[in-house]
């Protein structure tokens, strides 16, 4: 079984569907918020800087292949931040978070200002409150949160694989 999701987890076709699913839910929240003027808050923007950097290590997996068990653990990580802010989204949405620091600032340094950079995908243009509803009735956050956390398991189960195959 380890040994199959290892070679799932080291063929490129894998890299190419991780970036792909990237590119989707992000085109999905342009989508929600130019056509139909849901606009972005803070923890929103927040998980569209989780996304970007999972599409980043896609990216980089997918052209240089090597060393696979640091992007399946990049991958873990970075859903265990996709899954905390998606949490904290579905609290604020739900009521049983009240303060999820959901202010204006994304908190940014000053030398990743990528709200300043593109700010038509990083710019936080409203407070917290909820997430538009989704096909099928379910919200934003809730699939983001189902989401992240199956990225959170698909990224540490490759790693494990990985590690325990012996192919690093």
Known sequence: ???KLNRIGTHPLYWLGL???????EGVALFYQYRLDYWPCVLCIQVRIWLAALGLVALLML??????????LATGVIGVGLLERSW??????????E?????M??????????DEWMPWLFEVQTSCGYTP??????TMAEALLVISAAL???GLGLTLATLTTGRH
Do not use: N, Q, Y
Request: charge should be negative; aromatic fraction near 4%.
């Open 88 to 97: 904290l989204l579905l609290g604020t949405e739900r009521g049983f978070i």
């Open 19 to 25: 970036l792909i699913l990237v590119l989707l839910l």
């Open 63 to 72: 052209i240089l292949r090597r060393a696979p068990v640091a992007g399946h």
């Open 152 to 154: 959170t398991l698909l």
């Open 133 to 138: 509803e989704l096909p099928l009735g379910i």
């Open 1 to 3: 079984m380890l040994h």
């Open 99 to 103: 303060d999820a620091g959901c202010g």
């Open 105 to 114: 600032d994304l908190g940014l340094p000053a030398w990743l200002a990528l």
